[in-house]
């Protein structure tokens, strides 16, 4: 803990304990490899179970890693418990290579949404190709979901 | 219509075998449970790995869900390979139950792309629960991803 | 007034009220010609200043009036003063013709939002071409914009 | 780069004959004030007649002004004829002020298509205040709108 009370490793730990208790994360084999309020990086190894009919990654997978990366960037920027309202996705390329990493911040930061923006590349060796760009809304829990 | 050598049990049976070749499909246990030109319903159990830390369906699974039902839309509409371009979803409702349900209609059809619409239903019994909307372009394969 | 309160007359006259306190819309020329509790309809006569450079109806008009239509649908279905959050609009065709009539419906209806759907048609004569799709989050004025 | 052809400042001049060819741009009175291949500044002084009853910049101002910014990265990125193909956009605060700025560029480049984002700034003196985030498509023209 710092003087402001902001740690980092902690604040990336207590985000790998939400994403652990996530069955659907698990089963994908989604890595957080960087946290801070409002930035997230969040990973994936392409297994072949990822891919669909031509060896790419399945749009699923993709879609799967922007809205989680979104929820993470919007969620850690409020400092609130949060889900996503809506998103879009724009694919750009095949999503090919060894792993996917997607990379989102928030960017208009509301006390109860903030509409954040992703990133995701394929990535093969040294090499990362962008693959996806997202954007989308989250929302405190408890204020969006229609119902 | 038989006599123009469309056949209902062959062309749904062809979504099948399209599907079964997603690795990522077969993952989730999605099943194609009817198709015909420009309209689908796909579905899946919602099994205990496809959920989230709150016991409701992943985003990520809704987001597949719509995403390929999108997409088999688009391409049995424009009878060609297809790729989704982009798509935007809005989560209304948890998605809670026992399977989800999502159908899919291809609304503007052009040479090239199809734009189509998509309802997200989470089943639980005899009761169906609107829980998710997307809307997207699926473009014919060689067209549509930059680069 | 009917017994139960509703006058569908004196809730169109309200909504033309509201229409006419937009300068925006005024300038447009649009006109309210249907409008229930989560169901409107917008129109707009093609003037050529709405135009593009190739004579189609520009598309920031096109999206003016799935934009505005999406927040009467959403507004009327919650009953209290609203915001559009957000949409995301599928061009089709050219927007050539008359007139331009926007149908828009609140599906998800919450307490705090609402995600609605518009179709935009192109008019020429007794023929509507459909020529927009867009989809988009309503919000109770005070709830949505983040800041 | 003169030696290969390249001039801004006719560049510039090239797109502000393109928006003068627009009637809805003039009445809106757009002015293009940067635009290089992929990247483009689009602003308009926020007239009365450009408000809402609220007398904030009607939504579908803010709307056009992003379609069309996001139109012109997409077509100085691939140097050809273009159709903004959809869009979405994320309203974060009230356009109010003195002029909006949209500013675009040019991130997943293809042949036939062009993804783009666009931020817009409400301006104040001397004081920019991001109100929207867009994200769209630009196609090639031909080769976009079904039908």
Same mark, same amino acid.
């Given at each position: 803990?710092?003087?402001?009370?902001?740690?980092?490793?902690?604040?990336?730990?207590?985000?790998?304990?939400?994403?652990?208790?996530?069955?659907?994360?698990?089963?994908?084999?989604?890595?957080?490899?960087?946290?801070?309020?409002?930035?997230?990086?969040?990973?994936?190894?392409?297994?072949?179970?990822?891919?669909?009919?031509?060896?790419?990654?399945?749009?699923? =997978?993709? @879609?799967?890693?922007?809205? $989680?990366? #979104?929820?993470? &960037?919007? +969620?850690?920027?409020?400092?609130?418990?949060? =889900?996503? @309202?809506?998103?879009?996705? $724009?694919? #750009?390329?095949? &999503?090919? +290579?060894?792993?996917?990493?997607?990379?989102?911040?928030?960017?208009?930061?509301?006390?109860?949404?903030?509409?954040?923006?992703?990133?995701?590349?394929?990535?093969?060796?040294?090499?990362?190709?962008?693959?996806?760009?997202?954007?989308?809304?989250?929302?405190?829990?408890?204020?969006?979901?229609?119902?």
């Amino acid at each position: 803990m710092t003087a402001q009370g902001f740690d980092p490793e902690l604040f990336l730990q207590m985000g790998r304990d939400v994403l652990a208790q996530q069955p659907f994360s698990l089963l994908l084999g989604a890595e957080l490899t960087h946290l801070k309020p409002g930035e997230v990086e969040l990973q994936l190894v392409l297994k072949d179970e990822l891919r669909q009919q031509h060896g790419f990654a399945h749009g699923g =997978v993709v @879609s799967y890693l922007a809205d $989680n990366a #979104l929820t993470y &960037a919007g +969620g850690t920027a409020m400092r609130v418990p949060v =889900v996503t @309202s809506e998103y879009k996705i $724009n694919y #750009l390329k095949p &999503a090919t +290579g060894e792993r996917l990493v997607a990379r989102a911040k928030a960017i208009g930061i509301g006390k109860t949404q903030a509409v954040c923006r992703c990133e995701v590349y394929a990535v093969l060796g040294h090499e990362e190709t962008l693959c996806a760009l997202a954007q989308g809304t989250i929302t405190k829990m408890g204020e969006a979901p229609p119902g």
